[in-house]
């Protein structure tokens, strides 16, 4: 069974362009949750997406935002590009995303410059 | 609101010496508490988690953890270290229900083995 996928693995952009990531759950799975990791701020909760609506969303700006499509698949954009959004961006699939574990992806490095 | 806190963001054993990493959680609602592990340039695996069934719980790789309520605690230990156990290890908690899928982690703990 495939784990889950991320794509690009690696990404260069410079401030104020926008960016996109996309990630391809474990079949079957319906939800979808990203995550920032910083050497400053650690690991932080983005959003999670569930049957293309998101369920659940964390403290970041507006300039971050995500969607879901119908085969599950998910993209993250981030438009804007800060320094600090240099990171590298995780997402996870479960199940129901209610009370099962979590697969998480290998990552995708932006780098902002 | 939730959180975490790891004591210690750097632990170093020795080969077949115990392991422990330290997780204090704060939580209004019963949590679901979970320890991963990060290995350079990968995503997070799941070792254990905890969801109330049973407070000691056994996970993969000889790892296993305690929920102690009254201390708010759970630590991971592992009885003797091996240098394929050297990562970066995350404790969470998740308030579950439809906000399962919204972990808050602690700062991380970077486990380093020596021979």
């Known amino acids: 069974k495939a784990g889950v996928t991320q794509t690009p693995r690696y990404l260069i952009k410079t401030r104020g362009q926008q960016v996109t990531l996309s990630c391809s759950p474990i079949?079957?799975?319906?939800?979808v949750s990203w995550y920032q990791q910083t050497p400053g701020q650690g690991l932080q909760f983005l959003f999670e997406?569930?049957?293309?609506?998101?369920?659940n969303k964390g403290n970041f700006p507006g300039r971050f935002s995500g969607r879901q499509f119908s085969n599950s698949r998910s993209e993250m954009n981030v438009s804007t590009l800060e320094l600090g959004d240099s990171a590298l961006y995780l997402c996870?699939?479960?199940?129901?995303?209610?009370?099962?574990?979590?697969?998480f992806g290998p990552g995708t490095r932006l780098t902002v410059l | 609101a939730q959180s975490v806190t790891q004591l210690g963001s750097h632990v170093s054993v020795s080969e077949g010496a115990l392991v422990l990493l330290r997780c204090n959680y704060s939580?209004?609602?019963?949590?679901?508490l979970f320890w991963y592990v990060q290995y350079p340039n990968q995503g997070l695996q799941l070792l254990l988690k905890y969801t109330s069934a049973a407070t000691l719980v056994k996970g993969i790789n000889g790892f296993e953890a305690e929920f102690k309520k009254s201390e708010t605690s759970f630590h991971l230990t592992k009885p003797s270290a091996h240098m394929s156990d050297a990562a970066e290890y995350f404790c969470a908690v998740s308030p579950g229900g439809t906000s399962y899928g919204k972990l808050t982690f602690g700062q991380g703990t970077i486990l380093t083995v020596h021979p």
């Open positions: 996870a699939s479960s199940r129901t995303g209610t009370d099962n574990e979590q697969f």
């Open positions: 079949s079957g799975h319906r939800s």
């Open positions: 997406y569930f049957s293309e609506t998101q369920r």
């Open positions: 939580s209004s609602v019963p949590p679901y």
